[in-house]
């Protein structure tokens, strides 16, 4: 058998069994993303999802935590596309070093993230770098998940961050985790706009 007629059979196979899957996959409603791990690169996904979710012409909404305190590319495009942005702006933790005032902003931006959670018109709600602030304990985690659970049937959640809890992953339809196996920072090369940020 030549080489075309063993890709052929192959193939057919691969698609027998993703038609099948397809096939199965019925139920239509919102799902839970989750996007952690040590890699670069979480952001950046969860925004392709938001990106995606706009060039469909549904409407998405983004809960921005730790980052926040300077120029944001996806931000800057995605406000011009109606976007409505909640923004912690603190930057990050180890830099404001007040454990209070962190968590008084958190709770800040949750409370506003509550509201896009409640409102069906948004299809797609991206809760950038929540994982930290279910971690550090800023924000209470019972709550925060029930918030998710109780979100409208269609909506979905992209959630962001390194050492995503057990309890997201819980109620998660999917968990992706991405691995850190080299960084240019880590060689000394600053972060770049446009790419990094």
Same mark, same amino acid.
């Not at 030549?2 to 057919?12: C, E, L, M, N, V």
């Not at 933790?93 to 931006?109: G, L, M, N, P, Y």
């Not at 770049?192 to 940020?197: N, Y």
């Given at each position: ?40 690169? &979480?952001s =950046?996904?969860?925004? %392709? ?6 060039? @469909?012409?549904?409407?998405? /909404? +983004?809960?921005?935590?730790? &980052?926040? =305190?300077?120029?944001? %590319? ?5 406000e011009? @596309?109606?976007?409505?942005? /909640? +923004? ?29 959670l ?22 209470n ?10 979100r ?10 390194r ?21 240019a920072?880590?060689?000394?090369i600053?972060a ?6």
């Open positions: 058998m030549d080489k075309q007629a063993k890709h052929k059979i192959k193939s057919q196979k691969l698609k027998e069994k993703v038609d099948s899957h397809v096939a199965q996959a019925q139920t239509e409603r919102g799902v839970v993303l989750i996007i952690t791990g040590n890699g670069k690169g &979480k =950046t996904a969860g925004f %392709g999802t938001v990106a995606r979710c706009v060039g @469909h012409g549904y409407q998405a /909404a +983004v809960v921005q935590f730790i &980052k926040g =305190t300077w120029d944001c %590319g996806e931000r800057t495009l995605l011009q @596309h109606d976007v409505p942005f /909640a +923004v912690m702006g603190t930057g990050f933790t180890w830099e404001t070093q007040d454990r209070e005032s962190d968590i008084a902003a958190a709770e800040k931006v949750w409370r506003e993230a509550k509201l896009f409640a409102d069906p018109q948004y299809h797609l709600v991206l809760l950038d770098e929540l994982t930290y602030m279910l971690g550090y304990d800023y924000l985690k019972e709550e925060v998940i029930e918030v998710i659970n109780n409208p049937k269609n909506q979905s959640v992209v959630i962001t961050g050492g995503a809890i057990k309890a997201l992953k819980d109620i998660a339809d999917t968990v992706s985790e991405i691995k850190d196996i080299k960084h920072f880590k060689a000394g600053k770049r706009k446009g790419v990094d940020w």
